[in-house]
């Protein structure tokens, strides 16, 4: 199961992934904004990271007017690894190198069509693992509070 949140400004964009999820029978959660009320990207970034850290959902897309603003709030959820994407190479790179589990997107910045290609790469690219495991180990003990050499 995908987690799926926005905030006002990435609701369009949301619903454009959700009927794109629907069309390739992907399931999803909808953890909101459901219009495009001003609402706070926060409370629903870290919805959708705890869904993925809590093992409710395997990956996650957020979408907020940037991208930027929603992706630092996931990125605070111990576990998470949200990579702001705005075009095909860097969505499949996230994964591939960087075993990213959230995707966060701009509604202002990324076109429906483009947002479906990288969601699809996204979903679709497997970790590489290798000598790209070291660096997210790193990744875990900086949250850890670790000083890496």
Not at 77 to 106: E, P, Q
Request: include cysteine.
């Amino acid at each position: 199961m995908i987690a799926l949140g926005s905030d006002h400004g990435g609701y369009a964009l949301k619903e454009e992934i959700k009927k794109h999820l629907e069309e390739r029978g992907i399931p999803y959660r909808d953890y909101g904004t459901d219009s495009t009320a001003s609402v706070d990207y926060a409370v629903f970034a870290q919805r959708v990271a705890l869904a993925v850290t809590g093992g409710e959902a395997e990956k996650g897309i957020l979408c907020c007017g940037t991208g930027v603003g929603i992706s630092m709030a996931a990125n605070k959820v111990r576990g998470v690894r949200a990579a702001c994407c705005s075009d095909y190479y860097s969505a499949k790179f996230t994964r591939l190198h960087n075993d990213a589990n959230i995707l966060c997107m701009g509604g202002r910045v990324v076109g429906p069509g483009l947002a479906c290609e990288m969601v699809d790469v996204f979903l679709d690219t497997a970790f590489e693992g290798g000598r790209h495991q070291r660096r997210i180990d790193q990744i875990a003990a900086i949250e850890r509070g670790e000083t890496l050499e």
